[in-house]
């Protein structure tokens, strides 16, 4: 099983674990990116450690080659001194580094092959790290807006009509007899204590009051010269009374004015 299966196997796992367990998504979600974020570090170790075994072999095998190249030299060097035996075992060493090198370099291409696959499988793990840590936000918002709308609809399946709103009715009806009784005691107290003819003697007042106001405009007309002044006797009858005139005579002159007829001192000029 390779880095990454295993990898993936823990956090199969601890998700799981979380998803069994969880009573509060937001803060599963949040877990399941710290535990991912924690299995990348650990990736990115063994990646790190895979690349160093990358670059070790490939020093080994230069090594190896050089080593090569050195016996070659001096195998030249035997030959110059006319040691051949010399210059036989030397070459045994240079092809033996040779050889070396080779198998070294095969294993080194193998491993940086194995190598380049992790790093790949290293970014896609991360990116998938971060469009989680994207899709966790997205998904905290829908979890909040669900449990909202929970919260509504328990709300609004609580408020049928024998909770807060037969309140309000039980509520307004004490409001409205409430109301009615105090009418009535204002009822009772005005037909029993005198009030109500107290009352009855006021408005009689103020209607007195109103016609004496409309007489004095009558005689405020006549003394500016817009209604005729009244005849003689009902002056004389005016001042016995004290200025009073009777509805009659109010009516008559009212009704002149109002139909454009000549009253009686129009007709006695005329």
Do not use: C
Not at 163 to 179: G, K, L
Request: hydrophobic share 35%; proline share 2%.
């Amino acid at each position: 099983m390779g880095i990454f299966d295993k990898l993936s196997t823990l956090i199969k796992s601890n998700i799981n674990d979380l998803i069994n367990s969880a009573e509060n998504p937001e803060k599963m979600l949040n877990q399941i990116i710290i535990d991912m974020r924690e299995q990348l570090a650990k990736a990115k170790q063994q990646v790190a450690a895979a690349i160093a075994d990358e670059k070790r072999l490939r020093d080994q095998a230069n090594a190896e080659y050089r080593l090569a190249d050195d016996w070659e030299k001096r195998a030249v060097l035997a030959v110059q001194e006319g040691r051949d035996d010399l210059a036989r075992q030397a070459l045994v060493r240079n092809n033996e580094h040779l050889e070396h090198g080779r198998q070294l370099e095969m294993t080194w291409q193998t491993h940086q092959m194995e190598t380049e696959k992790l790093k790949a499988s290293l970014r896609e793990l991360n990116d998938k790290i971060e469009e989680a840590k994207r899709k966790k936000n997205l998904l905290i918002a829908r979890q909040r807006r669900a449990q909202a709308q929970k919260r509504i609809s328990e709300t609004m399946s609580g408020l049928s009509e024998k909770s807060a709103f037969e309140a309000f009715a039980r509520m307004e009806e004490r409001i409205d007899t409430a109301e009615r009784q105090l009418r009535a005691a204002a009822e009772i107290d005005e037909e029993f204590t005198g009030d109500k003819l107290s009352n009855e003697f006021k408005q009689l007042e103020r209607g007195a009051t109103a016609g004496n106001a409309d007489l004095q405009l009558l005689a405020l007309k006549q003394k500016m010269g817009i209604l005729p002044a009244p005849p003689a006797e009902k002056r004389a009858l005016n001042a016995g009374e004290q200025g009073s005139a009777t509805d009659a005579e109010f009516e008559e002159i009212a009704d002149q004015e109002t139909d454009g007829r000549p009253t009686n001192g129009d007709r006695t000029r005329s």
